[in-house]
T-cell receptor
């Protein structure tokens, strides 16, 4: 499977500041990446689909001005949490997505970024 | 109605036991199906894809029933290291979306 890295793995920031999370596809050219968030003991929630060279597609209820996504190359997508609030504290995970067989798409996840907003 | 539903468990089983999880999905247009494993505070890792004919990988067997819209995962000879949360994931590729179940927690005890 694809190798995906995220940076930072853990970040603590103060309310009102912005945090940028990087997602890199190390061995796979990813035209599409996904950004998820996961609260404790809950499943992953898709936030947005990041498309290389175009605007991200956000899920309903996710504020695009608060969660800025940039997918400037085939190996890098960034998620910036702007004006962070304590309720933004969560585990943010990215994934890359590609065709692995006839009509079969698989996705591989980065190790996640744990964000704590104080 | 949720796109994908799973029994959250936990399933507490002794080492060596056989355990099975089911997962139902609501969209009949779903094309691809997967089981992922997620350890505490870690990212999900692909365990296996689920094919129409069913597939087996060592102690793990996955089955797909399109008529009833469910997939299953069978784990034989459970190991302590199998303790994790198992996520059922469904892809509706026409919509370029993956839907996750809430996960089933497995605890394998000595």
């Amino acid at each position: 499977g694809a190798v995906v890295s995220q940076h930072p793995s853990r970040v603590i920031c103060k309310s009102g500041t912005s945090v940028k999370i990087e997602c890199r596809s190390l061995d796979f050219q990813a035209t599409t990446m996904f950004w998820y968030r996961q609260f404790p003991k809950k499943s992953l929630m898709l936030m947005a689909t990041s498309n290389e060279g175009s605007k991200a597609t956000y899920e309903q209820g996710v504020e695009k001005d608060k969660f800025l996504i940039n997918h400037a190359s085939l190996t890098l997508s960034t998620l910036t949490v702007t004006s962070a609030h304590p309720e933004d504290s969560s585990f943010y995970i990215c994934s890359v997505y590609g065709l692995s067989g006839p009509n079969t798409y698989e996705q591989y996840f980065g190790p996640g970024t744990r964000l704590t907003v104080t | 109605r949720k796109e994908v539903e799973q029994d959250p468990g936990p399933f507490n089983v002794p080492e060596g036991a056989t355990v099975a999880f089911n997962c139902t999905y609501s969209n009949s247009a779903s094309q691809s199906f997967f089981w992922y494993r997620q350890d505490c505070r870690k990212e999900p890792k692909l365990l296996m894809s689920v094919y129409s004919s069913g597939n087996e990988d060592g102690r793990f067997t996955a089955q797909l029933n399109r008529a009833s819209q469910y997939i299953s995962l069978l784990i034989r000879d459970s190991k302590l290291s199998d303790s994790a949360t198992y996520l059922c994931v469904v892809n509706v590729y026409n919509f370029n979306k993956f839907y996750f179940g809430s996960g089933t927690k497995l605890n394998v005890k000595p």
